[in-house]
């Protein structure tokens, strides 16, 4: 079981930074490739971004690629979505989330197992 906590969402203009981290309790973080998502009212949850378990393989959504980094923290159980250039099309409720599979980087929702709660992330024009 791993439960995950998201934080560092807020309102941003355009252009402008944030990073989210999510916090994962138990000893086993390691163990899971993981994802952001997102989703904005009325649109289905997206794809943002994926690590594998060692931090080294990263994959991205078009939208959001050379503006997002993903990077984990295994020794602090984190792992982090830095976003710069923000858009107003990134306005959108942030999910971080663990893979069902140890080698799975999907882009499915269907494919994670566990998830947080959500940070929400408001970009101004």
């Known amino acids: 079981q791993v439960q995950l906590v998201e934080s560092g969402g807020g309102l941003v203009q355009a252009g402008g930074s944030l990073r989210l981290s999510c916090a994962a309790s138990g000893r086993t973080f390691s163990s899971y490739p993981m994802g952001w998502f997102r989703q904005a009212p009325g649109k289905e949850r997206e794809f943002v971004a994926a690590?594998?378990?060692?931090?080294?393989?990263?994959y991205y959504a078009d939208s959001v690629k050379d503006r997002f980094t993903i990077s984990r923290d295994n020794a602090k159980n984190t792992v982090y979505l830095q976003m710069n250039s923000l858009k107003p099309d990134d306005t959108a409720v942030y999910y971080c989330?663990?893979?069902?599979?140890?080698?799975?980087?999907?882009?499915?929702?269907?494919?994670?197992?566990?998830w947080g709660q959500g940070t929400q992330v408001t970009v101004s024009s």
């Open positions: 690590i594998n378990r060692s931090g080294i393989n990263t």
């Open positions: 989330a663990a893979s069902s599979t140890p080698y799975g980087m999907g882009r499915l929702p269907r494919e994670y197992v566990y």
